[in-house]
């Protein structure tokens, strides 16, 4: 375990823990028989530096795992760990850890100005006027705000108004960044500057990020580790590379410059045949290599090009789906 | 596992001097908002003003009567106090909430009970200041005398303890039952009614005298008025039962208004509802 060998002043304390740690995390409304338990023993570890992707489908109990981790929920059981602080029993210390962008709402005043705003939050976390300037200056700069900085964020898009809330989240330069559903409602363009702030804060400033969203396709390209979570449960934890070679098919793909119909008597038993792209995709449907042999033979006698051959690999909303139908 | 940095605790950490600063980012923040929001804040201030001069000629028999204004005017002062303490604390407090200010504004490392007295703070500010804006231009316009006296202080800070109390015991109800925000309007027009803005609560018959002691401001406006106009002495409204009533009603309704404001942010935090 190593120190870090150079730090600023703000970061100046050390500390060899994980960034989140979450132990049996139970939240229960309401009592008795029409009680609902929205997160049921819920256990992780964040390591710092990750890019952590917590999916689930509606009511499956991210955000409230997310507002148990901020201290805007409390635990029925289990605890929450930020930075190694009890979020219950050290409440300060930990959500100054925090930055956090919740889900659907505006997060900031939009009666105030950009300016404005970033200064009551940065205050709010205990830094004074002289640390908040310049940080606030770097972010809005950065977010392409700094020439509006002095008007109202309610007249801003509703991208502009995301990206101050992120700002907002960020003023205290936190080692952890909560983002619940960062680029519900975004246009393409909007999304995508957040996606490059998700990579930018992990990749370039070493930050933690726990990201919620149903864009599985983003959560795919930017989550170094994925838990999915249906009904309150956690149905799988893991890394998301490992995660996706775990659901590998045994059945392979095979690609060919052909017209479909000059192909329809050399498939092997079981095996399909469609037009995709313009090409004929063959599919085999077992892990045996056998037919791929034979169908590749068929294929170089008959002169028909191959494009490619390749192990299925269902996408990560291919896995998601699977996981939350419990398949 | 890697070595990493954590924020460390500000210099000072989390003691009276943090929960200070944070009750001076609350106010500043009101009053940013309040100033934000002058193209209507104006007009509704002078909405109040112009009310306030209609009842006075309509008590006067068609004239405003300097004696008449000058004894009613801290009954509008507080009445403006309460008026903006139920809005900011009620209707703002839920808007917050809709709107996820709240929860952010919880994210803080100081409890949420300091952040209450933070909000609490910038409430009063914003009242006090509106108050006195709009009592100025009266007394300015009117060329009112008021006669002031130190002791008066007493009563004052105990009307806005009251106001304060009662503020919180309206919003903490509000975030358990969001309906409350609906009826606000409602409440502040009870309140001006009773609490002697516009009539001094003497000329209250006996039954609706003893009734309205109970709503919040009467009885510090009764006090401030019997020293500041009645020329009663300190002693004399403490002998007479007035202070002592006015501080027993004050001190009651702020820890009935703080149990009630904290215990709905603990069982919002508690069921999620703050968001």
């Known amino acids: 375990m190593q120190a870090t060998p150079s730090l600023d002043p703000v970061h100046s304390a050390v500390r060899a823990v994980p960034a989140l740690e979450v132990r049996g995390l139970t939240k229960r409304y309401g009592r008795g028989p029409n009680a609902v338990t929205a997160v049921d023993n819920v256990s992780f570890t964040v390591s710092y530096g990750q890019v952590f992707g917590l999916l689930g489908p509606n009511g499956a109990g991210k955000t409230t795992t997310i507002k148990m981790l901020t201290g805007l929920v409390t635990p029925t059981e289990g605890a929450a760990l930020v930075g190694g602080y009890d979020v219950g029993r050290q409440r300060g210390d930990a959500v100054r850890q925090i930055g956090a962008v919740l889900e659907g709402s505006r997060n900031v005043y939009w009666s105030l100005t950009a300016w404005q705003n970033l200064h009551y939050f940065g205050r709010l976390k205990g830094l004074r006027a002289a640390q908040i300037r310049p940080r606030a200056e770097q972010l809005l700069r950065e977010l392409g705000l700094w020439e509006r900085r002095h008007q109202q964020v309610g007249v801003f898009s509703r991208g502009m108004q995301q990206k101050v809330a992120v700002a907002a989240a960020l003023v205290t330069d936190p080692p952890i960044v909560l983002l619940d559903e960062p680029t519900i409602g975004l246009d393409v363009d909007a999304a995508r500057t957040v996606r490059r702030w998700i990579v930018r804060l992990a990749r370039d400033e070493g930050k933690t990020v726990v990201l919620t969203t149903h864009q599985l396709a983003m959560a795919e390209e930017l989550s170094d580790r994925v838990v999915v979570i249906r009904d309150g449960r956690v149905v799988a934890d893991l890394p998301t590379r490992e995660l996706l070679d775990r659901y590998v098919e045994d059945r392979y793909e095979v690609r060919a410059a052909s017209p479909v119909g000059e192909l329809a008597d050399v498939l092997p038993a079981g095996a399909t045949l469609a037009r995709a792209d313009g090409q004929a995709r063959i599919e085999l449907p077992s892990a045996d290599q056998r037919p791929l042999h034979a169908l590749l033979a068929t294929l170089r006698e008959r002169e028909v090009p191959v494009l490619s051959v390749n192990r299925v690999q269902p996408g990560l909303e291919e896995i998601f789906v699977k996981l939350v139908r419990g398949e | ?275």
């Open chain 2, 1 to 275: 596992m890697v070595a990493v940095a954590t924020l460390p605790r500000p210099a000072g950490g989390f003691g009276p001097a943090a929960g200070v600063r944070m009750v001076g980012n609350e106010t500043v923040k009101a009053l940013q908002v309040m100033w934000s929001h002058k193209a209507t804040l104006v007009p509704q201030l002078g909405f109040m003003a112009i009310m306030f001069w209609v009842i006075q000629f309509f008590l006067g028999g068609g004239r405003v009567l300097d004696e008449l204004v000058a004894l009613t005017l801290f009954g509008f002062w507080a009445y403006v106090v309460g008026y903006l303490a139920l809005l900011r604390m009620a209707a703002g407090v839920l808007e917050e909430k809709f709107t996820g200010t709240l929860e952010q504004s919880l994210l803080g490392p100081l409890r949420p009970a300091v952040v209450s007295i933070g909000r609490l703070a910038a409430v009063l500010t914003e009242g006090l200041v509106t108050a006195l804006v709009a009592s100025g231009v009266t007394i300015l316009v009117f060329t009112v005398a008021i006669p002031f006296r130190p002791e008066a202080l007493i009563p004052i800070l105990l009307t806005l303890v009251d106001l304060a109390g009662f503020a919180l015991l309206i919003g903490g109800l509000a975030l358990v039952v969001n309906s409350i925000g609906s009826i606000i309007h409602v409440i502040q027009s009870v309140l001006m009614l009773i609490n002697g803005t516009f009539i001094p609560i003497y000329v209250f018959p006996d039954w609706l005298e003893t009734l309205v002691k109970f709503a919040p401001s009467t009885l510090g406006v009764d006090v401030i008025r019997r020293l500041l106009f009645a020329e009663q002495s300190l002693g004399e409204v403490w002998s007479g039962g007035h202070l002592p009533l006015a501080i027993l009603h004050a001190a009651a309704m702020f820890a009935l208004g703080w149990v009630v404001y904290q215990g709905a942010i603990r069982r919002g935090l508690r069921d999620g509802r703050l968001g």
